[in-house]
Nanobody, 123 residues
Framework: VQLQASGGGLVQAGGSLRLSCIAS????????MGWFRQAPGKEREFVAA????????YYADSVKGRFTISRVNAKNTMYLQMNSLEPEDTAVYYC?????????????????WGRGTQVTVSS
């Protein structure tokens, strides 16, 4: 599985962005997916995850209520809708995939990673 994240950019605080992650291959629907982010000088952190069917989602407390993860298996695409953005959300955002039906918050559990997309939120 190859992943490509896009949709990042510069936005003012309070604004919105939608990230996309497109996967290659025919097994996208057999993989649970996640979004992680890494700010300068900080470790990569979990943002959100979604099971392979899209039936269950999980969020970091810092983004709960502001971000929404979703997927369209027919399009091999996962999304992260980010609303009410804050300067603290500034980071490089990565999408990741793991084979199976569960969802995970730990980055080491994921098998495939895409290149990141930069999100910058100005105050």
């Amino acid at each position: 599985v190859q992943l490509q994240a896009s949709g990042g950019g510069l936005v003012q605080a309070g604004g919105s962005l939608r990230l996309s992650c497109i996967a290659s291959g025919r097994t996208f629907s057999r993989h649970s997916m996640g979004w992680f982010r890494q700010a300068p000088g900080k470790e990569r952190e979990f943002v959100a995850a979604i099971t392979w069917s899209g039936g269950s989602t999980y969020y970091a407390d810092s983004v709960k209520g502001r971000f929404t993860i979703s997927r369209v298996n027919a399009k091999n695409t996962m999304y992260l809708q980010m609303n009410s953005l804050e300067p603290e959300d500034t980071a490089v955002y990565y999408c990741a995939a793991v084979r199976g039906s569960g969802y995970y918050t730990q980055s080491f559990r994921y098998d495939y990673w895409g290149r990141g997309t930069q999100v910058t939120v100005s105050s």
